[in-house]
């Protein structure tokens, strides 16, 4: 016989489906986490039995097929519900149980708090199994785009572009109309009415916007998903998307905190830095940033919660060829923190006469005070020229949180190497999520799901990268004697088990090979 030959459609198999599962299979591991777990406690919504109908599915069958789904690159609800008709390991995490796709739609988006808390559930469970060291964490962020195109989202600019464009064209359908009313062409008439008409609304409709925009004080206003804003991705490319926020431990670089915004990395360090101590239980730990989240607000904040931060300098002011030369930048002034002044390259002391400044932000929380310091040598100084372009002299602004900013930039300088090693824990989980998995977009609209989705995506990632460290059988291991208050009580289970065995003892006799079982 040439070739190996497959066993025959109509032959007769007396198999189960555990048969079809191995060992270190991954289902067993999503099977044993989502039944050990009391899912009302951690918040999700359960379906309830109505006073008609059919009975509704288990909570826990919609969370397996979403970390199965997830785990292998399927997200959409149509999809989900054609592998629970013919994937086999599907059929046996589920009992060959089939939702419908509508039902496992609502289970996403109706649970996205408690699918965050089921995200910081199993990062204490890594935590609890040593896969999680606490002492150096690494923060990035990266954009997922938004469930909303650019032609849905408007700021000020935008809409005076679309009004004047409609003012312009407006003007120009009234002069052919005039023209055409000499001619008394009716049909070419009606035409143009008709393209006037649909100009003004799209007016209204323009107007609508800038009235909202004026309302909600926010710089742009996104028509499809609300939350959804414009966020610059990489260079001068901008997407209308969210900022995905996460903190990874050095350890196995696993994901230890994350969360969703709608803005970029600025004022983002110490809530999410704050997250990752209250997720580890931590009192204190050291956290890994670039220089997209250096704000001395949130240096500030950090420095407060004992967290130690690195967060990489940047360029403090700009030398050109008419201003400021490279020997004189901010960063070649030497501060005094006795006398509470600065000495100038020249030797030059510049004072403050001790009055605070407030410097104004977009939005409330995002503004500081800060004192200004000068001095009246500037004015006979002969390399004035390359120090500023000021008439009255150098002038340096030293802010509120300086103190905190000096003292990382100085981690910064003495810990290059650590500093380094940021990049080799996070920048790969970025890469495996949104370029192997496909996950550059979210599904769902509003940042409290897409919250949701993303700790899901998370959650996943951690599950999948604490298998390929441990292996399946030695993490169900440590999930068996993982000690958690989350824990789902088995008590009923122990006894329903029991009680279907004494009714069997009953129905087919007793011998004394059969297992008995104490219901007191």
């Known amino acids: 016989?040439?070739?190996?030959?497959?066993?025959?459609?109509?032959?007769?198999?007396?198999?189960?489906?555990?048969?079809?599962?191995?060992?270190?299979?991954?289902?067993?591991?999503?099977?044993?986490?989502?039944?050990?777990?009391?899912?009302?406690?951690?918040?999700?919504?359960?379906?309830?039995?109505?006073?008609?109908?059919?009975?509704?599915?288990?909570?826990?069958?919609?969370?397996?097929?979403?970390?199965?789904?997830?785990?292998?690159?399927?997200?959409?609800?149509?999809?989900?519900?054609?592998?629970?008709?013919r994937n086999l390991e599907m059929q046996w995490l589920l009992e060959a149980i089939c939702p419908n796709y509508h039902s496992i739609a609502d289970f996403r988006k109706d649970n996205p708090k408690a699918l965050k808390q089921l995200f910081k559930l199993f990062v204490s469970f890594l935590k609890d199994a040593d896969l999680i060291s606490g002492k150096t964490i690494a923060i990035d962020g990266t954009k997922s785009r938004a469930h909303n195109s650019k032609k849905a989202n408007f700021n000020q600019k935008k809409i005076d572009k679309h009004l004047a464009y409609i003012e312009a064209k407006t003007q120009e359908y009234l002069t052919a109309l005039e023209q055409n009313d000499t001619q008394e062409n009716s049909t070419t008439v009606t035409n143009i009415q008709q393209k006037i008409e649909r100009l003004k609304q799209n007016k209204i409709n323009y107007e609508l916007l800038e009235e909202q925009l004026k309302a909600t004080g926010e710089p742009q206003i996104s028509t499809t998903d609300p939350d959804a804003r414009a966020l610059l991705v990489q260079g001068q490319v901008v997407e209308v998307s969210y900022n995905i926020q996460a903190a990874v431990d050095d350890k196995h670089n696993l994901v230890v905190a994350t969360h969703t915004i709608n803005r970029n990395d600025k004022n983002a360090l110490s809530a999410i830095a704050i997250e990752a101590k209250e997720n580890l239980k931590a009192?204190?730990?050291?956290?890994?940033?670039?220089?997209?989240?250096?704000?001395?607000?949130?240096?500030?904040?950090?420095?407060?919660?004992?967290?130690?931060?690195?967060?990489?300098?940047?360029?403090?002011?700009?030398?050109?060829?008419?201003?400021?030369?490279?020997?004189?930048?901010?960063?070649?002034?030497?501060?005094?923190?006795?006398?509470?002044?600065?000495?100038?390259?020249?030797?030059?002391?510049?004072?403050?006469?001790?009055?605070?400044?407030?410097?104004?932000?977009?939005?409330?929380?995002?503004?500081?005070?800060?004192?200004?310091?000068?001095?009246?040598?500037?004015?006979?100084?002969?390399?004035?020229?390359?120090?500023?372009?000021?008439?009255?002299?150098?002038?340096?602004?030293?802010?509120?949180?300086?103190?905190?900013?000096?003292?990382?930039?100085?981690?910064?300088?003495?810990?290059?190497?650590?500093?380094?090693?940021?990049?080799e824990i996070n920048e790969h989980i970025f890469g495996t999520i949104k370029r192997k998995w496909g996950y550059n977009y979210t599904d769902l609209i509003g940042l409290e799901k897409v919250n949701g989705e993303h700790s899901l995506i998370m959650l996943v990632y951690n599950i999948k990268r604490s298998i390929n460290i441990l292996g399946v059988p030695d993490l169900l291991a440590k999930l068996h004697a993982w000690n958690s208050p989350y824990k789902r009580k088995f008590l009923f289970c122990l006894k329903t088990t029991c009680l279907k065995l004494f009714l069997t003892q009953i129905s087919f006799g007793t011998d004394q090979n059969t297992p008995k079982c104490n219901l007191a």
């Not at 070739?3 to 198999?15: D, E, F």
């Not at 890994?288 to 001395?296: A, E, P, Q, T």
Request: with cysteine; charged share 25%.
């Open 283 to 423: 009192e204190t730990f050291t956290v890994l940033v670039d220089k997209g989240y250096h704000n001395g607000r949130e240096i500030e904040t950090c420095k407060s919660n004992s967290i130690t931060t690195i967060v990489a300098h940047p360029d403090q002011g700009k030398s050109n060829e008419n201003g400021t030369q490279p020997d004189y930048l901010v960063s070649k002034f030497i501060y005094n923190k006795e006398n509470n002044t600065y000495t100038c390259p020249q030797g030059q002391i510049l004072t403050t006469s001790g009055s605070w400044h407030k410097k104004t932000g977009r939005t409330e929380d995002s503004g500081y005070q800060f004192q200004k310091y000068r001095t009246s040598a500037c004015k006979t100084c002969l390399v004035k020229d390359q120090c500023t372009s000021r008439k009255g002299g150098r002038e340096i602004d030293r802010s509120q949180y300086a103190e905190a900013v000096e003292q990382n930039h100085q981690r910064y300088k003495d810990n290059p190497q650590l500093y380094r090693k940021r990049q």
């Open 1 to 85: 016989m040439q070739y190996i030959q497959g066993i025959s459609r109509n032959q007769l198999q007396v198999s189960s489906l555990e048969d079809t599962i191995s060992a270190d299979n991954p289902v067993r591991f999503i099977d044993a986490f989502v039944g050990s777990i009391d899912l009302e406690k951690l918040g999700f919504t359960p379906r309830v039995l109505k006073s008609e109908g059919r009975p509704s599915f288990d909570t826990r069958v919609f969370l397996k097929i979403y970390l199965y789904g997830y785990i292998n690159g399927i997200r959409s609800s149509r999809r989900l519900e054609k592998e629970c008709l």
